[in-house]
């Protein structure tokens, strides 16, 4: 999220910190009125605001809203509760075959960095919202901290290192430690490693459930280091067994705690802090100390001190007199104390943090130098005389916005290195100038929302548009979508152009005709665009009719969907919406054809009603329409026998699978949000009679949020199929429509996972991670091309390719590497076109292209290599077979030349080609072999045989039909 900065004049003036101090107590209630805070319980207090209307707010509404239906709340150790149902379904195996088939990362771009912490040994450790724990040395670079994604949660909060055991001992705390305004997601306890995080241990003994954990602090200068203390929004809880148990601290129980900070001199001497005790909402600990070790804590008594939201601590290791503090008003406001916590000076700091204080701040101190601190908010404030004045802290460098956290070297004191929501920077002049840490090692630290794989990977993210992704290379930002990218469709009929929509940005549709390499055009519709209700847009491609895209969003008023459409490829679109309006006040969702129908749609809605999104608002919806979105009605949604209405849950996706019943062309499947209490309601619904009536077919599914349901089948005709469902804790699928439910496969991180799609190219499926970027994994079997696809350059293709009936396979401008002994193979009423400098590679032989009788072929310009049966096309009497077209393909081999044979087919054209071959050849073949057809057209072909020694051969050999 980016700020527009401006340099404010800090107050440069003297005052005596207890006069401050009073004037802070008598103008404490007018700076309450100012703050803009809208309360929200759930588990634990939290904080959003009421009005703003930034994309960190409209994200927050999107994401969390449709958790807490249908009661406003998740309940208490819900989400531990759907981890440990995961790791039971787990312990049954997977899907497919671990040793083969296992979750891969296509990694991603940088995005939010929570913690940052050195180890002694000059190594570096950060963790990301839903990234985990990843760490940075010379030799290596970056890498996942959990190389064996064996963390059941990867919400970072915060760390702790133990550099006195070897290796270190790190302590990871899960559950982000923030107030409001972005989702703060729920962790799962504290975790412990001794071998850099090849194991790690869940060491939450004695600690209570869904903790947002501020800070982790190892007591200085103890033997064996075995008191730890953790800050957390229950309470200060403290294990003096370096974690195998814990307990709460006396006094804090069910307090906000923030921070914890021991002296380096004196290790009974220690500093907690917090909200104030009298916050109207987060009801904090306020600022205590202790003077034996962290076992008890006085409450400070003094008035020129008076944290109220989120405050934290940083005490100088060299002197512990100066000891800094920041506390959370909207805007940040600074203390320092010079005598050791006795008394403390006040300064406000313009950090330009827009009520984001809550959710992004820290205060550090430098090592040696106790008048040089740092502040981040939004932006980085720097001081150099103990806090009375502050500037700008970026230096002379770029640096990104929204800072979390920093630290010093160890060993070098002028090196210092802060993360934000770009990503980490570097400094070696204690913070004079900085430079980006990442910029060679990518962290994929990517919350994706949707993908779409056409010619590239893309993927809308937060922060930064869409990211895009060849198969030579990683993601890379695309400078044609700002804010939060979102929806986006790279369309089968033309895979060049790329449409996509933002939020947080009027719900703009952005398009660009050169495969995302720049914008072409933005089209605002009219209409609402409320942003939380609407932040992923409604765009769909019709399945059938080339050019055809939908949208929808709600009218002016908010009375009536209107639904709206191009023909030409999203270049313009029908602004006066007469199309298909639906009645109804909440915002579209999905706008989903009939498998088999186009005439037949589903359109889904939810959304909150009112000014607060969290009181009841889930009047989720249903609509179908029978002529192509022209007029709706709404579908009832009743259980199988009528009895049950189906949950008020928000409905993440609307799927249509081909029916095997004539009656009806499709079977309806629903997924949904939201954790359900008591009776397994159900987050997967399926109806056989186009959603007159539903089924429950959840299984065996954690207790989990659905976000998207994928599906298909090995083989051409319509026989089993394989069901695979995208939840909050893992990809799971079913063999058995949704009897029972089995985890897909191995390695993929613990993440909320927001959108599958299936790549029939190379029959995987490729997820979309809240935190990990997107990660793909091969399927078994053959691939099996059922429409129309397109394959982008640079594939290896490792299993046969079956083009079926109906389906299209398009390859221009690709390099295609196929392996030994493998071949495509077109079946009756499947269709291979080959463009420009399509190029079918092998390195040592494979086995060509085969049409069988009904199959069609137009090649022009295409390549050839390593191949003796480059083409084999085959006919039959009683198959109608559309004709062939082979035309200025070259014919590359280095140890035969290659045969197109061509058998009992008529209406075959071979034109303008040119088989190459060495000038002595073990193996001479003729290069065109034709039996038993007619009408073939062989012309102006060059065969270049004129260094061959068995010249009397004639390259081409055929026999018409009798």
Request: a negative charge.
């Amino acid at each position: 999220m980016f700020f527009e900065v401006e340099q404010i004049n800090q107050n440069n003036h003297c005052v005596n910190s207890r006069e401050k101090g009073n004037t802070r107590m008598k103008n404490l209630s007018s700076l309450i009125k100012l703050l803009l805070f809208t309360l929200l319980f759930i588990n634990s207090t939290f904080l959003v605001s009421g009005s703003d209307d930034s994309s960190s707010f409209k994200r927050n509404l999107w994401f969390y809203s449709q958790r807490y239906a249908p009661d406003d709340t998740i309940s208490e150790a819900f989400m531990q509760n759907a981890v440990s149902e995961r790791l039971f379904i787990e312990s049954s195996g997977y899907m497919l075959n671990p040793l083969s088939n296992s979750w891969i990362s296509l990694g991603g771009i940088i995005g939010r960095i929570n913690f940052v912490k050195f180890t002694n040994d000059n190594r570096v450790i950060i963790g990301g919202p839903n990234a985990g724990p990843w760490i940075y040395d010379n030799s290596t670079g970056w890498q996942s901290l959990d190389p064996n994604n064996k963390l059941t949660s990867n919400v970072s909060g915060a760390i702790a290192i133990d550099n006195f055991t070897n290796p270190p001992t790190i302590y990871y705390g899960t559950g982000e430690g923030r107030y409001g305004y972005t989702y703060s997601y729920l962790g799962n306890g504290i975790f412990k490693t001794t071998n850099w995080g090849n194991n790690w241990t869940n060491i939450s003994n004695g600690l209570e459930s869904d903790l947002k954990i501020f800070r982790i602090t190892i007591r200085p200068g103890e033997e064996n280091n075995e008191q730890i203390f953790a800050a957390t929004n229950k309470g200060l809880y403290r294990s003096t067994n370096s974690g195998d148990n814990w307990n709460v601290v006396a006094g804090t129980s069910g307090l906000n705690c923030n921070d914890i900070q021991f002296s380096q001199q004196t290790n009974t001497k220690a500093y907690l802090t917090g909200p104030s005790p009298s916050h109207q909402t987060l009801k904090g600990v306020g600022f205590r100390i202790s003077t034996d070790g962290g076992e008890t804590f006085t409450i400070y008594a003094g008035g020129d001190f008076l944290p109220y939201g989120r405050t934290q601590l940083a005490v100088c290791e060299s002197n512990d007199n100066y000891i800094y503090a920041i506390s959370d008003y909207g805007n940040i406001y600074s203390y320092t104390s010079t005598d050791g916590g006795s008394s403390f000076y006040y300064s406000h700091v313009n950090t330009e943090t827009n009520a984001q204080g809550g959710h992004n701040m820290f205060i550090k101190v430098a090592l040696n130098e106790p008048n040089v601190a740092f502040i981040g908010g939004v932006a980085l404030r720097k001081t150099t005389n103990y806090g009375r004045t502050f500037f700008s802290g970026t230096g002379t460098e770029p640096i990104y916005y929204d800072f979390h956290d920093m630290d010093f070297n160890p060993n070098n004191s002028d090196e210092v290195v802060v993360v934000n929501d770009g990503g980490i920077f570097k400094s070696t002049n204690n913070g004079n100038n900085w430079v980006y840490f990442n910029n060679t090692d990518q962290i994929p630290f990517m919350n994706a929302y949707r993908i779409s794989n056409g010619l590239k990977l893309f993927a809308g993210v937060t922060d930064r548009g869409f990211a895009a992704r060849t198969a030579i290379s990683g993601f890379a930002d695309s400078f044609w979508g700002t804010h939060d990218g979102t929806s986006i469709l790279s369309l089968k009929f033309n895979p060049n152009i790329v449409i996509g929509n933002c939020g947080a940005d009027d719900g703009r549709i952005r398009r660009s005709t050169n495969n995302g390499n720049s914008l072409d055009n933005v089209v605002l519709l009219p209409g609402v665009w409320d942003g939380g209700n609407d932040w992923i847009g409604v765009l769909t491609e019709h399945p059938t009719s080339p050019g055809y895209i939908y949208t929808a969003r709600r009218n002016t008023g908010r009375t009536e969907i209107d639904i709206y459409r191009s023909t030409d490829y999203g270049a313009s679109w029908i602004t006066n919406p007469v199309f298909g309006s639906v009645s109804g006040t909440r915002s579209p969702q999905n706008f989903t054809f009939s498998s088999k129908n186009p005439d037949i749609v589903y359109l889904s809605t939810s959304g909150y009603d009112g000014p607060n999104w969290y009181t009841q608002y889930f009047k989720r919806a249903l609509y179908k329409s029978t002529n192509g979105g022209a007029s709706w009605l709404l579908t009832p949604l009743v259980s199988e026998d009528d009895t049950e209405t189906i949950p008020n849950l928000y409905i993440t996706r609307v799927v249509t699978i081909p029916s095997s019943n004539s009656n009806y062309p499709d079977e309806v499947y629903l997924t949904f949000s939201g954790f359900y209490t008591g009776t397994n309601l159900g987050h997967i619904l399926k109806s056989t009679n186009e959603g007159n009536n539903w089924i429950n077919i959840n299984g065996n599914l954690p207790n989990s949020p659905v976000n998207d349901l994928v599906w298909w089948n090995a083989e051409c005709g319509t026989g089993q199929k394989t069901l695979a469902a995208a939840t909050d804790v893992g990809v799971f699928s079913s063999t058995n429509d949704g009897l029972s439910w089995q985890l897909l496969a191995q390695n993929l991180p613990m993440a909320p996972v927001l959108d599958l799609e299936y790549v029939r190219y190379n029959n995987s499926l490729l997820a979309s991670t809240f935190g990990r970027g997107v990660w793909q994994v091969e399927l078994e079997g053959d691939i099996y091309i059922k429409e129309i696809t397109s394959i982008p350059t640079n594939t290896t293709i490792s299993k046969n390719i079956v083009i079926c009936n109906g389906g299209e396979l398009n390859i221009n401008n690709a390099l295609l590497t196929i392996n030994d002994n493998k071949q495509i193979i077109i079946k009756n009423g499947g269709k291979l076109v080959g463009g420009t400098d399509a190029a079918f590679y092998s390195s040592n032989s494979w086995n060509g292209i085969v049409v069988e009788p009904g199959g069609e072929l137009i090649l022009n310009g295409c390549y050839f290599d390593q191949t003796s049966i480059p083409i084999t096309i085959g006919g039959d009497a009683f198959i109608p077979s559309p004709s062939i077209s082979v035309t200025n393909c070259n014919f590359l081999n280095n140890t035969a030349i290659g045969t197109i044979t061509i058998n009992n087919r008529d209406n075959v054209t071979i034109n303008s080609c040119k088989w190459s071959y060495p000038g002595s050849l073990s193996v001479f073949n003729k290069a065109i072999d034709c039996y038993n057809s007619n009408d073939i057209l062989i012309d102006d072909n060059d065969f270049n045989i004129i260094t061959e020694t068995n010249a009397d051969i004639s390259a081409i050999f055929y026999r018409l039909r009798k």
